[in-house]
DNA sequence: GTGGTTGCAAAAAGTTTGCAGGCTC
DNA sequence: GAGCCTGCAAACTTTTTGCAACCAC
């Protein structure tokens, strides 16, 4: 199955013209084995492990060229700097994914959505929020 | 209605001992009047219109204690650096507020949410997520 | 060989901190 | 007047960039 996703990678690589290098390689089998979601850092840590000489720009430059070509996720639901709200209501958010423009929702209907029961029963939660991603009016005319 | 809100602000500094002072009020307004989720750095240049004086420093300052004293949110679903995840399925988060770690839920029923009516028409939704924010087994512990 | 990729180092962007001076109560 | 708060500047963290050398095809 490991090397099954692999396969896969180096067949999606080939088919947008992208060299199969040792960097790519050793990145992107970390991402596959990883538990959690690691940040760039830790991917770099875990990568140094076995091979020192890769460097953390790369990591940085590999990622993003996993992400653009949508091999990988990128977690960080809204953006990458941190945004205020005093609006400490129960809500949700609207986010258009070009401009990054945030939208609060109310809509009583997500306030009471089922706690899934199929996790860790010793997870307290606390909180949950719904992320909607889209595009909005003025980022589907440019 | 923002009198209101001004009032109820200052009277919840006064109860928690904390001082009322220019730049606190300052940023505070300006929080009130944006639309949308400002960063640090709206902020600052938004309340340097009206008082150039207050520095970038401050308004970090000020976010945080307005923050520790729950007056104001913090919209960074996840948290402060970007992480990366090769699982392109549709899933969900639960993450531990107080060590960060991220953990997928797979659940079908949390896949099938109702869209919600009320929102811009013209808004082109995507994708969706859902994030549940709480304690993991170990940080209850500690 | 050509062009995509890498590594290094420097820089940018965002945020935090220490400390002297100032302001609120 | 006491102690909290602010401004400045410097430091720190995370991420990006430029460029020469290198490697895959």
Redesign the pocket.
């Known amino acids: 199955m490991k090397s099954d996703n692999i396969d896969t990678f180096i067949q999606e ?2 088919s947008r ?8 390689m050793a990145i992107y089998k970390i991402l596959l084995q990883y538990k959690g979601h690691p ?3 830790d991917i770099y840590k875990q990568v140094q492990k076995d ?1 020192p ?6 990591v ?6 996993l992400v653009d070509n949508d091999l990988v996720a990128k977690v960080t639901p809204l953006h ?3 945004r205020y709200d005093c609006n400490k209501d129960f809500h949700h958010h609207l986010v258009c994914i070009k401009c990054k423009k945030i939208t609060d929702i109310e809509n009583d209907a997500l306030n009471h959505l089922p706690i899934p029961e199929n996790i860790d029963k010793n997870f307290k939660i606390i909180n949950y929020r719904v992320q909607f991603d889209g595009i909005c009016k003025e980022c589907q005319r440019a």
């Open positions: 690589c080939k013209g992208l060299n199969i290098t040792y960097p790519r940040s760039a850092e091979h000489n890769i460097s953390l720009a790369t940085y430059k590999t990622l993003e060229m990458d700097i941190v």
